[in-house]
């Protein structure tokens, strides 16, 4: 069996009963008010006194196990460009209980998937903020922030065809990720200022999958104590400033490469580090100046810039058991799956859907009901 190079797998979802309107973009549609309320509706399976919404997907990546955690603000907040869509613009008090579900919902995934050989189950997210034209395919289809939470069985990874390398979605490092294509040395220097205890850094490639070769070279941390460490509310503390330590570095390249004068973004986390390991590194300006240089004479590639922090970070089990973060540039359209080098090819298929659908709502009927206990909130569509 080869091994060791990106998959695609081929996941059935039912016929979405939802019609968009003549005169509107699928993407417009599904921002809007009425729409989200209709997932609710139909998909929601718990929501919390903050509005976060667990769903099952409707459109997933898995039949094995598929949902997500969604801060529903939909209803209150009618711009679609102005609804929290990354951690960092949480409260503390919506900030703890995201936390606290996700952490609740890995630890459901670990006891029902014990053994890593048999399945990867992995948990992440992926900017959804205006970083891409409203016209752009592959648009997220819900400006708001999410967390996706899914589970592979490694027989099925192990036995998919492979997906083309040069597929644009994956975005991997030593691929088409500008951060570690051109600036992986300053890159990882840089993260080198988090404080971190419950998670520890990694040499590059250690956590490799051995189904698909991924991750490729992006910085990651191990979870001191796997899952003890995830329920410390430090890691999550630390999980934040990984992404923190990211927006910094985006910002500051992406501020360069607008005007070579920009001088420091505002509102840095590590504004030291900013100024003394990226401003004061001549390879940073350089790169810098070449997308510049580029962009004033290439109009498709000037189109592709994402000027706003664009990421994907996962927290996945690798081979061993390990529990591994690790945080990427993201890129026009790609889903948090393919951070792994899983590429999915979505089917409608009524009948294979129909065949896994109980088995899967059984599982997300369980999640559900341990964060009723918990306290966390409260089921809707009870419903079978």
């Known amino acids: 069996m080869k091994t060791g190079y990106p998959r695609q797998v081929a996941t059935p979802h039912r016929k979405i009963p939802l019609t968009v309107p003549d005169g509107m973009t699928p993407v417009e549609f599904f921002n809007s008010a009425a729409n989200l309320r209709n997932l609710a509706d139909d998909n929601g399976l718990l929501r919390t006194p903050e509005d976060f919404l667990l769903y099952r997907k409707a459109i997933g990546h898995s039949v094995e196990f598929d949902t997500s955690v969604i801060l529903d603000t939909s209803q209150r907040i009618l711009d679609p460009l102005g609804r929290p869509v990354r951690r ?5 008090r919506e900030s703890k209980v995201f936390s606290r579900m996700s952490h609740t919902i890995i630890e459901y995934m670990a006891e029902q998937y014990p053994d890593p050989g048999e399945t990867l189950i992995m948990c992440g997210e992926a900017s959804l903020d205006a970083t891409w034209p409203l016209c752009k395919p592959g648009v997220p289809t819900i400006r708001m922030i999410h967390n996706h939470f899914i589970a592979f069985s490694q027989a099925d990874l192990k036995g998919a065809p492979a997906a083309d390398p040069d597929n644009p979605n994956l975005t991997d490092g030593g691929h088409h990720s500008l951060f570690l294509y051109h600036l992986s040395d300053v890159y990882h220097e840089f993260l080198e200022v988090l404080d971190l205890q419950v998670m520890s850094p990694m040499a590059s490639k250690t956590g490799t999958l051995g189904a698909t070769g991924y991750p490729q ?4 941390w191990v979870v001191r104590g796997g899952m003890d460490g995830l329920a410390e509310a430090r890691f999550w503390r630390e999980y934040d400033d990984v992404l923190k330590g990211f927006l910094d570095f985006y910002r500051a390249f992406f501020t360069l490469v607008a005007s070579p004068g920009g001088g420091m973004p505002a509102n840095l986390y590590y504004p030291n580090q900013v100024e003394n390991v990226l401003l004061f590194n001549n390879h940073f300006h350089r790169v810098a100046k070449e997308i510049r240089d580029r962009i004033k004479g290439d109009p498709q590639f000037a ?18 058991g390990r529990l591994i973060v690790t945080i990427s540039q993201n890129s026009i359209g790609n889903a948090i799956t393919e951070m792994l080098g899983i590429v999915v090819e979505r089917t409608e298929d009524e009948e294979a859907y129909a065949r896994a659908e109980p088995a899967l709502m059984s599982r997300l009927h369980e999640v559900r009901d341990r964060l009723v206990t918990a306290g966390i909130g409260e089921a809707i569509n009870d419903a079978p």
């Open 303 to 320: 189109n592709e810039i994402r000027w706003r922090p664009a990421y994907k970070q996962i927290i996945y089990r690798d081979d061993e």
């Open 217 to 220: 070279g992006l910085p990651s």
């Open 88 to 92: 960092d613009q949480l409260s503390d």
